[in-house]
């Protein structure tokens, strides 16, 4: 793992609440996983950054180490992995998600209001 790699996916991870590294983007996911996850999170009606790991391929290389999770996507909140698409599926389900990441974009937003 290069230590350049890993600084900057520590850096993704601490400056973004809600952060998904996923397979294309929000607007064009380039796999069906990606794809239920976004659409989880955007019911959810709370902004999220993302990372495109097709266009990061040093990132989509070295995350499942750094993560010691194989698969994309996945969602971190609070700089905390929360995991990939069927975990994020279920939680959504179980109304579990929503109050998650509400609570992350709300720290955030109390804390861009400083």
């Known amino acids: ?17 809600i ?3 996923m397979k294309g983007s929000p607007q064009s ?3 069906g996983f990606s794809a239920q996850t976004v659409q989880c ?17 040093e990132i989509r290389a070295t995350l499942p180490q750094y ?19 069927d975990i994020v599926t279920d939680m ?9 990441v509400k609570e992350a974009a709300s720290l955030d937003s109390d804390s861009t209001n400083d």
């Open 1 to 17: 793992m290069s230590d350049d790699v890993v600084t900057t996916i520590r850096d993704q991870i601490e400056g973004n609440p």
């Open 92 to 100: 959504y389900e179980a109304g579990e998600l929503e109050p998650l």
């Open 67 to 85: 993560a010691d999770w194989p698969t994309f996507p996945q969602l971190y909140v609070n700089g905390e992995l929360i995991g990939g698409c």
């Open 29 to 31: 996911p380039q796999c």
């Open 19 to 21: 952060l998904l590294y």
């Open 41 to 57: 999170l955007v019911s959810c009606g709370q902004r999220f950054a993302y990372v495109d790991i097709l266009s990061n391929p």
